[in-house]
């Protein structure tokens, strides 16, 4: 079993920051891509941020220049900084992870629980 837990979400005013946090935990024999994807109301989710176990990294043109992805390795933990929120940043979070529980499975896609971010006056 996996489990993630992930905080930093909250309400924010335009022009704020917040910043996310996802610990991955449980039967992890190695992590490979972590990232962070969102849903807005009546919208699909949507790829925000990903970071590769090499440290590419790629962001969605729309958060260009304000998001920044990091990793912990140590931790197992992705952090997502949000400077100069905008109304249109506001949606539902979700972490991601591709993991490896055992060496002789094959890596698979995990999910956060999400956590709600706001933007607004």
């Known amino acids: 079993q996996v489990h993630f837990v992930e905080s930093g979400g909250g309400l924010v005013q335009p022009g704020g920051s917040l910043r996310l946090s996802c610990a991955a935990s449980g039967s992890i024999f190695s992590i490979y891509a972590m990232g962070w994807y969102r849903q807005a109301p009546g919208k699909q989710r949507e790829l925000v941020a990903g970071?590769?176990?090499?440290?590419?990294?790629n962001y969605a043109d729309s958060v260009k220049g304000r998001f920044t992805i990091s990793r912990d390795n140590a931790k197992n933990t992705v952090y997502l900084q949000m400077n100069s929120l905008k109304p249109e940043d506001t949606a539902v979070y979700y972490c991601?992870?591709?993991?490896?529980?055992?060496?002789?499975?094959?890596?698979?896609?995990?999910w956060g629980q999400g956590t709600q971010v706001t933007v607004s006056s």
């Open positions: 970071l590769t176990s090499g440290g590419n990294t």
């Open positions: 991601n992870a591709v993991i490896r529980v055992r060496a002789t499975t094959n890596p698979t896609n995990y």
